[in-house]
């Protein structure tokens, strides 16, 4: 059974760029949530979707945005990079409908923006 | 929003000690998780332990939700179970369907 799978694993990129990081949810799940996760510091939730829509939103700008695909699978797209983007990017699966549901995270995406 | 400690920020034992980490949080939750963070940055599902208590080899967990607080034990410390200690929390009946995570505890365990 894959557990959570992201990629790419590391990704440098330049001021002013795009990026789109990408995530498959665990086996059976069909929700995914996105969290931003600064050096030395706890994750941050950024959205979650489920049923291909963004149910719940962090607070973020709108340079963040998100996608999920009927295979429940995700992208994060930022746009306009900064530096300050640069931090870990996980990803979680769960179930989206009920009340009690285990979260499982991808090993994440590495990103550095110079 | 519900807020959530953890204690201490920081702890360092001797292998073959033991410890206790502990997560308080501010309201009544649906789901709650403890995760190591290894060096790599993935995070390690520990324990699913919203009510009730858990073991797992020489890790085990408690939560008295009534109570509001979380305790993670670690028996037997070894060099591997170095790193981050996350507690996380929701209260998805209440429209919060994000994991709200504690601020860490930081173990090193020396050889």
């Known amino acids: 059974d894959a557990g959570v799978t992201q990629s790419p694993t590391h990704l440098i990129k330049t001021r002013g760029q795009q990026v789109t990081l990408r995530c498959s949810p665990k086996?059976?799940?069909?929700?995914v949530s996105w969290y931003q996760q600064a050096l030395g510091q706890g994750p941050q939730f950024i959205f979650q979707y489920y049923e291909e829509e963004e149910r719940q939103r962090g607070n973020f700008p709108d340079r963040f945005s998100g996608h999920q695909f009927p295979n429940y699978s995700s992208e994060l797209n930022v746009n306009a990079l900064l530096l300050g983007d640069s931090a870990l990017y996980l990803c979680?699966?769960?179930?989206?409908?009920?009340?009690?549901?285990?979260?499982?995270f991808g090993q994440g995406t590495r990103l550095t923006v110079v | 929003g519900i807020q959530v400690e953890q204690s201490p920020p920081d702890l360092i034992l001797q292998e073959g000690a033991n410890s206790t980490l502990r997560c308080n949080f501010s309201?009544?939750?649906?789901?709650l998780q403890w995760f190591h963070q290894n060096p790599w940055g993935q995070l390690i599902n520990l324990f699913y332990i919203p009510s009730g208590t858990k073991q797992n080899g020489r890790l085990s967990a408690t939560t008295v939700a009534t109570e509001r607080y979380s305790l993670l034990y670690i028996s037997s410390s070894q060099t591997t179970d170095s790193g981050v200690y996350f507690c996380?929390?929701?209260?998805?009946?209440?429209?919060?369907?994000?994991?709200?995570f504690g601020t860490g505890t930081r173990l090193k365990v020396l050889a």
């Open positions: 979680a699966s769960s179930l989206g409908y009920v009340w009690d549901t285990e979260a499982f």
């Open positions: 309201d009544s939750v649906n789901n």
């Open positions: 086996s059976g799940h069909d929700t």
């Open positions: 996380a929390v929701d209260r998805r009946a209440s429209g919060t369907y994000k994991y709200i």
